[in-house]
Each structure stands twice: as structure tokens, then as C-alpha cells.
């Protein structure tokens, strides 16, 4: 147990697990410490982050509006073993996320929704779209669920990427300039994310560029039959670049103002998960 991140009002636990194919994953859970959460809140984060530093901030503004955060360093990222940033496929992100996320028997006694940030929205899509009659709803921020139309790679493109795959699917050959200028407005964030030890500042591996292009490729095609639920809000913040909660602090204090009153609103109400089921994107 790290006890840095533990407060009067807050615990904080860390545990390392194994998946099927022997990597050791590392979880954390953040939770109120005088009373039982109102609801869960599952965290898949984006590439190349992390959770346990990353994530913090996020954690413990849910967990001072009553629900417990539960987070996971998928395979290649942060504290988990495997090659660094290396996804040779994106259905075994999305099983180990399943397979903590759903197997804890506590679980099943609060409602549960899935926040998800950039590539992790996609996973969460994913995950909603592996069970939906267990989920009650998801957050998605800036999530990876389409590719612009201008930077859409010809199919000539993918094809070359797809046969290189064959070859040498661990081939960390694709460059990943200093993106985080563009990606946070806040100086002092940037700052935070530089000093992070556990995000992957390094080139992409081919296998990990052609998942990623695949699952956008396939979410987009399919989105419009899997978000059939009536209860979405979509809300866009002009202005603001692709880390909302990386923006200067009056703009983040309004996204966390939205994400936390929309859950409130759904975290007492009755009903089934199928019934209720929401996806807010933001």
C-alpha cells in the first residue's frame, strides 16, 4: 500500500495481479474512508499513460464526491510488466480490464460506469460493447473512437502497415514527437507529465500503431448500432485541447463540475443497467 495518497477522507490500495499470458498488472483503488461509495468508477487510461500518478487528481475528485476509483496499468504501460507501449492486441487490453474490473464480489452491489480518457475511451466502448447489461454508464473524454477525415491513411497505407506487422510486430519505428505542448494548456501540468516516470516517451511500435488504427477503424463502423441507449449527453468545450483535465483550472473545474454532476444524477436512480445505461462524451 502506497500511503502517499492517503488522506483523512481518503484510502488508497495497490495490488499486482497476473493475466492470462503471465504479465503482472499493477491496480489501484481509491475509495472514501468514512463511508461506503454511492457507486464505482473503473478508470482505462490512454496510451503510453498510467494511472497511479496520472490519474490521482481524477481519483480524488470522485472520491470526495462519495464513489471509489478503481484504475489498472494495461499491458506495456506504467507499473505493469511487458514490452513498453507494445500492444500486440487490443482484445487482451480490453479482457484484463473486464477481468478486474468484473470479478471482485463487491462490485456487483453498487452501480458501475466506466471512465475512459482518449484511448481508453475506446477500450471502454469496448468493454460496454463486451457486457452491456453490467455497466450503468460511461464518462469519455476526448475519446478514441473516430479518425478525422484528414488524417484517415489511404488503404494502400494500411495494408503496408498490416504486412510490416507480419514481419517485425515489435519494430518501434513510428515517431511520437513531443505532443504535450499541443495536448495540455497548463504549464504546470505539462510539467507534472514530463516528471512522470511511468509515461512512455519513446517511438511506437508498428503492432501497437496498426491495433490502435484497427479498433478506431472498427468503433467508428459500428458505434451508431452499439450507442443505442437514449441517455447520452454529448458536450464540446471550444477551446480546449485533447487533455481536458490538463486545461488551466477554472476550465478543469468546469469538466469536473459536468462529469461528477452527471454521474450524480445517475448514481441513485433505479432501474436495471440495461435500463439506464448513459455515455456522456466530453
Same mark, same amino acid.
Given at each position: 500500500?502506497?500511503?502517499?495518497?492517503?488522506?483523512?477522507?481518503?484510502?488508497?490500495?495497490?495490488?499486482?495481479?497476473?493475466?492470462?499470458?503471465?504479465?503482472?498488472?499493477?491496480?489501484?483503488?481509491?475509495?472514501?474512508?468514512?463511508?461506503?461509495?454511492?457507486?464505482?468508477?473503473?478508470?482505462?487510461?490512454?496510451?503510453?499513460?498510467?494511472?497511479?500518478?496520472?490519474?490521482?487528481?481524477?481519483?480524488?475528485?470522485?472520491?470526495?464526491?462519495?464513489?471509489?476509483?478503481?484504475?489498472?496499468?494495461?499491458?506495456?504501460?506504467?507499473?505493469?510488466?511487458?514490452?513498453?507501449?507494445?500492444?500486440?492486441?487490443?482484445?487482451?487490453?480490453?479482457?484484463?480490464?473486464?477481468?478486474?474490473?468484473?470479478?471482485?464480489?463487491?462490485?456487483?452491489?453498487?452501480?458501475?460506469?466506466?471512465?475512459?480518457?482518449?484511448?481508453?475511451?475506446?477500450?471502454?466502448?469496448?468493454?460496454?460493447?463486451?457486457?452491456?447489461?453490467?455497466?450503468?454508464?460511461?464518462?469519455?473524454?476526448?475519446?478514441?473512437?473516430?479518425?478525422?477525415?484528414?488524417?484517415?491513411?489511404?488503404?494502400?497505407?494500411?495494408?503496408?502497415?498490416?504486412?510490416?506487422?507480419?514481419?517485425?510486430?515489435?519494430?518501434?519505428?513510428?515517431?511520437?514527437?513531443?505532443?504535450?505542448?499541443?495536448?495540455?494548456?497548463?504549464?504546470?501540468?505539462?510539467?507534472?507529465?514530463?516528471?512522470?516516470?511511468?509515461?512512455?516517451?519513446?517511438? @511506437?511500435?508498428?503492432?501497437?500503431?496498426?491495433?490502435?488504427?484497427? !479498433?478506431?477503424? %472498427? =468503433?467508428?463502423?459500428? #458505434? /451508431?448500432?452499439? *450507442?443505442?441507449?437514449?441517455?447520452?449527453?454529448?458536450?464540446?468545450?471550444?477551446?480546449?485541447?485533447?487533455? @481536458?483535465?490538463?486545461?488551466?483550472?477554472?476550465?478543469?473545474?468546469? !469538466?469536473?463540475? %459536468? =462529469?461528477?454532476?452527471? #454521474? /450524480?444524477?445517475? *448514481?441513485?436512480?433505479?432501474?436495471?443497467?440495461?435500463?439506464?445505461?448513459?455515455?456522456?462524451?466530453?
Amino acid at each position: 500500500m502506497a500511503m502517499d495518497q492517503q488522506s483523512e477522507s481518503m484510502n488508497y490500495e495497490e495490488e499486482f495481479i497476473l493475466n492470462s499470458r503471465g504479465n503482472k498488472l499493477f491496480t489501484c483503488r481509491w475509495a472514501p474512508k468514512e463511508h461506503a461509495p454511492k457507486a464505482l468508477i473503473f478508470i482505462c487510461h490512454g496510451i503510453a499513460g498510467e494511472c497511479s500518478i496520472s490519474m490521482r487528481d481524477t481519483a480524488a475528485r470522485l472520491v470526495r464526491a462519495g464513489y471509489a476509483v478503481y484504475g489498472i496499468d494495461h499491458e506495456g504501460h506504467g507499473r505493469s510488466s511487458g514490452r513498453r507501449c507494445y500492444v500486440p492486441n487490443f482484445s487482451d487490453i480490453v479482457t484484463d480490464c473486464a477481468n478486474y474490473f468484473t470479478k471482485k464480489p463487491e462490485n456487483t452491489e453498487k452501480k458501475r460506469f466506466l471512465y475512459g480518457v482518449s484511448m481508453g475511451g475506446g477500450v471502454a466502448l469496448l468493454l460496454h460493447r463486451k457486457a452491456p447489461t453490467y455497466w450503468d454508464g460511461a464518462v469519455l473524454l476526448a475519446p478514441m473512437c473516430k479518425i478525422s477525415d484528414d488524417m484517415r491513411p489511404h488503404p494502400i497505407v494500411v495494408s503496408a502497415l498490416k504486412m510490416l506487422c507480419s514481419v517485425a510486430p515489435s519494430w518501434s519505428i513510428i515517431p511520437t514527437p513531443d505532443i504535450i505542448d499541443k495536448v495540455c494548456k497548463d504549464p504546470e501540468m505539462r510539467k507534472q507529465v514530463r516528471s512522470n516516470p511511468y509515461i512512455y516517451r519513446g517511438k @511506437l511500435p508498428l503492432k501497437t500503431c496498426h491495433e490502435l488504427l484497427v !479498433v478506431s477503424l %472498427d =468503433i467508428e463502423k459500428n #458505434l /451508431d448500432q452499439e *450507442a443505442s441507449s437514449s441517455d447520452k449527453t454529448f458536450k464540446l468545450y471550444p477551446g480546449m485541447w485533447h487533455a @481536458l483535465t490538463a486545461e488551466l483550472p477554472d476550465d478543469v473545474e468546469r !469538466v469536473y463540475s %459536468d =462529469i461528477i454532476c452527471w #454521474l /450524480d444524477e445517475r *448514481a441513485d436512480c433505479t432501474g436495471s443497467a440495461s435500463e439506464t445505461s448513459g455515455t456522456p462524451s466530453v
